[in-house]
């Protein structure tokens, strides 16, 4: 099973508005990421968590904040967004992201976040 | 750093026709590489893989060889159908960017009955 989960499927949120977008996997997988995709260009990575600690920040501004609450969940909090934050928002997660192997990301199907 | 250069669409072709993505990468080290499919719609799916020189990687009639003296991973497939309409991405992994993929800019294929 190769399957990482995202919800909600779509999100249109206001400026003003607070909103979170859930990520889950049971792979085991112990790297969980964020990635923001834009019409027909590559995802690019915002946040990387292993073993439910931070990692990597792809100086992300504060209006997304992530949260690992354990190895099989990754949330991505969102507060205050500009319209040009609207993107599909990926997630993906891989077996660990810190002993410098090289490991396959597996993606879930990302939310549309549209941001009015 | 590390790069991956991919050839520039759209690519357009008739049905059963043969098909064949150029990607080429930049990379420090011995990276695995990848292709990813994105339907529309959808999230990023693997394709293939490759890990060391000469590997090649297979699936769905798709392939596509590891190779080092070119740095190259060209992704091929013998008879194309309407259904495999997407954006490829040719990724690696490995090098100087631990915990990171580095894709190249995709290409987008589109086959017409």
């Known amino acids: 099973d190769t399957e990482v989960t995202q919800t909600p499927k779509h999100l249109v949120m206001g400026m003003t508005n607070k909103k979170s977008l859930k990520c889950e996997q049971h792979m085991g997988h112990r790297a969980m990421y964020w990635y923001k995709q834009k019409a027909k260009k590559p995802p690019e990575l915002m946040f990387v968590?292993?073993?439910?600690?931070?990692?990597i920040n792809e100086s992300v501004p504060s209006r997304f904040s992530p949260e690992c609450p354990n190895s099989s969940l990754l949330n991505l909090h969102l507060h205050a967004l500009q319209p040009e934050d609207s993107a599909l928002y990926l997630c993906?997660?891989?077996?660990?992201?810190?002993?410098?192997?090289?490991?396959?990301?597996?993606f879930g199907p990302g939310t549309r976040l549209t941001v009015l | 750093g590390d790069s991956v250069t991919q050839m520039e669409g759209p690519v357009t072709l008739s049905e059963e026709a043969f098909l064949t993505i150029n990607c080429t990468y930049t990379?420090?080290?011995?990276?695995?590489l990848f292709w990813y499919v994105q339907y529309p719609g959808e999230g990023l799916q693997l394709l293939l893989k490759?890990?060391?020189?000469?590997d090649k990687g297979s699936n769905k009639g798709f392939e596509a060889t590891y190779r080092k003296e070119t740095t190259s991973f060209h992704l091929e497939k013998g008879s194309v159908q309407v259904s495999d309409s997407a954006v490829y991405f040719c990724a690696l992994a490995g090098g100087t960017s631990y915990g990171k993929l580095t894709f190249g800019q995709g290409t987008i294929l589109t086959v017409h009955p």
């Open positions: 990379a420090t080290g011995y990276p695995s």
């Open positions: 490759a890990t060391k020189a000469d």
């Open positions: 993906a997660s891989s077996q660990d992201s810190s002993s410098g192997d090289t490991d396959t990301q597996y």
């Open positions: 968590y292993s073993y439910e600690k931070l990692s």
